[in-house]
């Protein structure tokens, strides 16, 4: 095929795959998906004003100081810091991005059923993809980064003519740490799937999300860690493997810094970026076929990444059966859909940042979280409220809306059945990270003695947590159409704090009172249990209400549905459908 005749396939392959870096099957309306977007945009570039306005605000008195005391260093010193904090937020804010996109850096199952029939050369295809993968990255990172990048050159360079030499080593800095990132993402999902398996490279997305939205929040919500030491990156030692401090080393050498080991840092940032594209560029090559069988087939490891947690859910359910297929069918379609996994990982996130929050604002340092307080306790029934409160949001989006069949077929009685199966996904979903945040944080820090005690209260705690959330839920998850503003998650955040005090904060405070006490502590799990078996009650009533309603696949009339003359030799012409 010539060169001529590829051209508009080239734009059309193009154009299609950007429209898929912004599709969301769960959303109900276009309308709703650029709200969506719009939000994202703005939660990541507001966050990014707020630090140009916080450092570029007392620069100028710095500087007056620094010239009335002679003392230069100061400039340099919060220049450095702002460099780091620059190229900090454009690296984590693009990979943020990057990995929310996750299954559309590589060919999905759609992908390779349409294209590959077309009379569509390879190269073409992968070239369109390569272009609107440049295109989003250049647009995401400008959005990211211009707004912060124009001040910083007027406000530090205006007063020695150094304007346009600021931007631009703003701009290489946290441009050149996007584009990195950003390629270096691309070439871990392509090696991925290459050498691993479609289904963990799905999984290790998931996983990326949580980290790196867990790395925005904590940078937005830990200020001590921003600008008021002197900056990790000055550090020798650490730039030699930190990518980060590269770019700042090649923001500051085009900005004109003489630090001495600057020149090293940036020399690696040149080594790596080119790299990093090529190395992109050539996993997409090479994965092209790959990539699309790898789509094709079907996904033979759902059901072994939901194991542990579907054992523990048949535990909880016993001899019910419906209990325990309602659980299956849950946790399976947990493990295999992405879309329903995002919200969770937000509100892990969410998790993390608050408990990062309150470690970095209590005094004492590291030192004082070898003792049990509450800022160390509270960690795993944070954890495990916070996926609950995800949870939550991911049963109201749909996936499985044709399954709805089944379960109504099979609702004509009156029974809890539905509500139990429900009840016993939350709890094995949010109580083995809750669990493995104790193992692992907890019994380190306090001693086995208060970790053992303190695992009877985090299983409590979070029981507790899916009890009263599966309580506000009247319908089997992801078989229903999404109905818009049904979390209200804009108007609830005070709700969801106040309802973590009450399922973390609290509980640890009566713990710690009765912690040298075994008695008081025997006492204290009897009342959780208590408190678990009324809401128990209180559910299986309201799940006898529960009504099982079927979401029609096509909203159109049959009857109106028409053939369609695709040819002059089709051999019929469009007529309504009798």
């Known amino acids: 095929m010539s060169a001529r005749s590829e051209t508009p396939a080239f734009r059309i392959l193009w154009s299609t795959f950007l429209e898929q870096f912004a599709a969301n099957e769960s959303a109900t309306s276009d309308l709703q998906m650029r709200r969506a977007i719009i939000g994202v945009v703005a939660f990541l570039i507001t966050p990014g004003l707020y630090i140009m306005m916080s450092q570029l605000g007392s620069f100028e008195v710095l500087r007056l100081v620094a010239k009335a005391r002679d003392m230069p260093q100061l400039v340099e010193t919060r220049l450095a810091q702002m460099a780091v904090i620059f190229v900090a937020y454009s690296m984590i804010t693009t990979g943020l991005i990057t ?63 150094l304007i346009i030499r600021h931007t631009l080593g703003h ?53 001590t860690a921003m600008g008021k030491t002197t900056p990790a990156f000055l550090d020798k030692s650490a730039g030699e493997w930190m990518p980060m401090a590269w770019f700042f080393g090649l923001f500051e050498v085009i900005r004109g810094s003489r ?64 209990a325990r297929g309602t659980a299956d069918f849950i946790l399976t379609t947990l493990a295999r859909s992405r879309p329903q996994q995002v919200p969770i990982a937000i509100s892990a996130s969410m998790a993390v940042a608050i408990i990062s929050v309150a470690a970095s604002s209590r005094p004492g340092g590291l030192e004082a979280l070898y003792a049990p307080r509450t800022v160390v306790l509270w960690i795993p029934m944070v954890i495990g409220y916070w996926i609950i409160i995800g949870l939550r949001s991911s049963f109201a989006m749909p996936t499985e809306l044709p399954s709805a069949w089944v379960f ?107 912690l040298h006490d075994p008695s008081a502590l025997v006492r204290l799990a009897a009342a959780g249990v208590v408190a678990i078996v009324a809401l128990d009650l209180i559910g299986r009533r309201a799940a006898l209400d529960w009504k099982v309603q079927f979401e029609a696949e096509f909203g159109d009339d049959p009857e109106q549905l028409t053939f369609l003359n695709l040819g002059p030799d089709a051999g019929h012409h469009a007529q309504p459908a009798t």
Not at 288 to 317: D, E, F, H, I, N
């Open 259 to 322: 630090e001495p080991g600057l020149d090293i840092l940036a020399q690696r940032a040149l080594t790596a970026l080119p790299l990093s594209v090529a190395g992109a560029m050539g996993i997409t090559f090479a994965g092209y076929w790959k990539q699309m069988r790898a789509a094709l087939a079907p996904s033979a490891r759902v059901a072994a990444s939901a194991r542990l947690r579907r054992g523990l859910a048949r535990l909880l359910t016993g001899s019910n059966r419906t």
């Open 99 to 161: 990995v929310f996109i996750w299954d559309t850096l590589v060919f999905d199952k759609r992908d390779a059923m349409v294209l590959g029939p077309l009379p569509v050369s390879g190269r073409t295809v992968v070239f369109a993809k390569l272009a609107a993968l440049a295109t989003f990255l250049v647009g995401t990172a400008l959005a990211v980064n211009l707004t912060s990048g124009l001040p910083f050159g007027l406000v530090t360079g205006g007063n020695e003519g």
């Open 171 to 223: 701009f290489a800095g946290t441009i050149g740490g996007a584009v990195f990132m950003f390629s270096m993402l691309v070439v871990v999902r392509g090696l991925l799937v290459l050498f691993v398996s479609q289904q963990f490279a799905a999984t290790a997305g998931s996983i990326l999300q949580f980290v790196f939205l867990s790395a925005v929040l904590c940078f937005m919500m830990v200020p």
């Open 408 to 514: 109504r077929v099979h609702s004509r009685q009156r029974s809890a059945s539905y509500w139990l199966g429900m009840r016993a996904a939350m709890i094995s979903f949010a109580l083995l990270p809750a669990l493995a945040a104790n193992a692992l944080v907890v019994l380190p820090l306090v001693g086995w003695r208060v970790a053992a005690w303190h695992t009877l209260f985090v299983c409590i705690a979070v029981t507790f947590a899916a009890q009263a959330a599966s309580i506000a839920i009247d319908s089997v998850p992801f078989t229903r159409a999404y109905p818009p503003g049904h979390t209200k998650l804009k108007t609830r955040w005070p709700l969801y704090f106040g309802g973590m005090y009450a399922v973390a904060y609290w509980p640890v405070r009566w713990e710690l009172g009765a």
